[in-house]
């Protein structure tokens, strides 16, 4: 969200949610040491506390916290209490990067509009898991990823922007995640996160607005090289 003039921030407020080796997170952290992302990221959470992108925030100097499922009798209850910590940090964005847990609908709908994500797929094709390997099987020429607002339906909210890229003849999906990450997600997630955070890209009751106009498809970047 853009800095508001009724407050005295000069930067959104960023809470990022992981799980894993946190390479999205280390992609936002260099961007915001960059100036290319005007924000602050105030808090990285993860529900493991094995996660190797709690490291990358330490050693950025970003505070962190671990919330474990195991510590709750349910996932209204996690959910809940996950809500309540970010919420504690009166974020402008959140932002799920890897973070590898459904999250219900009272959360959900508690950070309407500044809630995303990234999905390695060029959505609507492949939500869910494993989504390099269905790309190699479906035969896709292009394959990518996506960063969209979080709704209700898993993996099916509005897109800001989509980066892709050819599959080649001998890709493994290894090898198709490596260059995904590198190539796409790291770069267009900053991106995203930038736009949001500069008010460019605004979220209007279930619809995007960029530059104040509806976005009737998603932001197209093509990451292959040159
Ligand atoms: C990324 O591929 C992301 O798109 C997916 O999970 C992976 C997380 O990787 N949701 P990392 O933790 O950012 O390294």
């Avoid at 330490?58 to 910590?85: E, F, N, S």
């Avoid at 500044?114 to 494993?130: A, M, Q």
Wanted: charged residues 25%; neutral net charge.
């Amino acid at each position: 969200m853009a800095p508001k003039t009724s407050t005295d921030r000069t930067t959104a407020r960023l809470v990022v949610l992981i799980s894993g080796n946190g390479r999205n997170l280390q992609a936002i952290l260099d961007a915001v040491t960059a100036g290319a992302l005007p924000a602050e990221v105030v808090r990285v959470i993860s529900n493991r506390g094995t996660a190797r992108g709690l490291e990358k925030a330490r050693r950025a100097g970003v505070p962190t916290r671990v919330l474990r499922p195991r510590d709750y009798p349910d996932r209204a209850a996690y959910d809940a209490a996950l809500a309540d910590t970010i919420a504690a940090e009166s974020p402008d964005i959140v932002a799920l990067a890897g973070f590898m847990r459904i999250l219900d609908s009272a959360f959900v709908q508690r950070f309407a509009g500044k809630l995303v994500n990234i999905h390695p797929s060029l959505l609507p094709r492949h939500r869910g898991l494993d989504t390099h390997g269905r790309a190699l099987a479906a035969g896709d020429e292009r394959h990518g990823a996506s960063v969209h607002y979080v709704t209700e339906d898993l993996d099916a909210g509005p897109c800001l922007i989509q980066g892709s890229l050819r599959v080649a003849d001998d890709e493994t999906p290894d090898s198709l995640a490596e260059r995904v990450m590198t190539r796409v997600e790291q770069r267009i997630y900053p991106q995203a996160l930038a736009w949001i955070a500069e008010g460019r890209a605004t979220w209007d009751d279930g619809r995007i607005r960029f530059d104040g106009r509806p976005l009737e498809t998603p932001i197209h970047v093509d990451c292959d090289p040159d």
